[in-house]
C-alpha cells in the first residue's frame, strides 16, 4: 500500500514543489529524506532472509521489469502525450517497447516456474 500512495501522490507533491519553490528544492528534500529512511530501515530490519541454496537473484528478471518500467514513463509522460508533433509516434514506440519488455517478463516468470 506505501508503493500504491507514493506513486500516486509523489508525482504530485513534486510538481507542486517545482512550480511554486524551484526544481532544487526536490532534491533539498529527497536527499535527507532518503538518508534518514535509509538509516531508519537499517536499523529496524534487523532480519532479512537469505536467498535459499540453490536459488539466484533474477537479474534478467529484474532488468526487464526495470526496463519495462522505465518504458512506461516514457510513453505517458504528459509532456508527450499533449504536445502533438512528433510525440504520438513517440509515445507509439515507447507503448510497444514497454509491451515488449513485460511479455518478456512474463515468458521468463513462466520460464523459471516451470523448470
Known sequence: MVVAVASA??????????????WRWIFY???PLGALVTIWALIQIRDIAPIPKGEKFDWLGAI???GGL??????????RIWRMDLSHSYNLLHLGCHSDTFIRLHRIQ??????
Not at 522505465?70 to 509532456?79: G, T, Y
Open 64 to 66: 526487464t521489469f526495470t
Open 110 to 115: 513462466i520460464q523459471i516456474s516451470n523448470a
Open 29 to 31: 528534500m529527497n536527499v
Open 70 to 79: 522505465f518504458f512506461s514513463s516514457l510513453c505517458f509522460d504528459p509532456r
Open 9 to 22: 501522490f509523489g508525482p504530485i507533491i513534486g510538481g507542486i514543489l517545482t512550480v511554486t519553490v524551484g
